[in-house]
């Protein structure tokens, strides 16, 4: 009888063993990525309307971006994971933004913006800018543009990320002069943008006054059609809540 048990024990054993040893089989699911649908300038994104636009921040993406190459540009860098727009601006100058990690809205890094005029495979440089070491904003200021013309926009970035794109058109006034004797004329209360004030021109012509000396400065005069109060606003272009701007 023992024996008979000890044999019964074995072979329930054995059962037990081969029930509870099973094979498992862990299948790894693929990382599905994919390219921005205006990876390619081909399939650039239109911005229908450029007058004083923005997307939301971070709206766009150049993650998985896969790059044009080198480029003809006056930067000098090649187009390694842009993402592309098309603009038909409505007056002769634009004034472009991008904002990629600016108060945590964004993820992208060290962001850069090309203007481009022609065809996608033809294209030429009208103008680029890339943002400085540790800045994570850029913007590009171009003038002398065909009203109607087609342009293209490419974002490239030092990282991939999220991204804030503000495009603006608006009608220039004369480049900026540095002396009172040359001052610009402005002919009505339209805003407009300088890219950046540099010299100060041939003479210190507010020796005297509370500010002493001229640093970077510009002159401009206008003819008053009625007599009243008089408001204007200076807004540096790379204003933005938290992000040390341009001193004016």
């Not at 009203?147 to 804030?164: D, E, H, L």
Request: overall charge negative.
């Amino acid at each position: 009888m023992k024996c008979l048990t000890d044999r019964l024990n074995k072979s329930l054993n054995s059962r037990i063993l081969w029930v509870w040893i099973p094979s498992f089989f862990i299948a790894a699911s693929p990382i599905l990525t994919a390219q921005p649908t205006n990876d390619l300038c081909s399939s650039a994104l239109h911005i229908p309307n450029v007058d004083a636009y923005c997307s939301d921040p971070g709206e766009f993406s150049n993650i998985d971006a896969t790059g044009t190459g080198q480029l003809n540009t006056s930067c000098l860098i090649p187009l390694v994971n842009e993402v592309w727009f098309t603009v038909i601006p409505q007056a002769p100058a634009l004034l472009i933004q991008v904002s990629g990690n600016v108060n945590g809205l964004g993820t992208m890094q060290g962001p850069g913006v090309f203007l481009f005029e022609g065809t996608c495979g033809s294209l030429n440089d009208v103008g680029c800018n890339i943002s400085s070491a540790g800045v994570n904003v850029t913007e590009l200021t171009v003038t002398d543009l065909v009203i109607g013309g087609v342009y293209y926009i490419a974002v490239v970035g030092a990282t991939t990320g999220t991204f804030q794109i503000c495009v603006d058109a608006f009608i220039p006034p004369p480049t900026p002069e540095g002396d009172c004797s040359e001052a610009v004329v402005l002919c009505d209360k339209s805003s407009f943008y300088i890219e950046n004030l540099i010299g100060i021109g041939d003479v210190n012509e507010v020796n005297g006054t509370c500010i002493q000396e001229e640093f970077a400065s510009v002159w401009y005069k206008w003819t008053c059609e009625q007599s009243g109060t008089l408001k204007f606003t200076l807004t540096p272009n790379n204003n933005i809540s938290g992000f040390e701007s341009d001193d004016l």
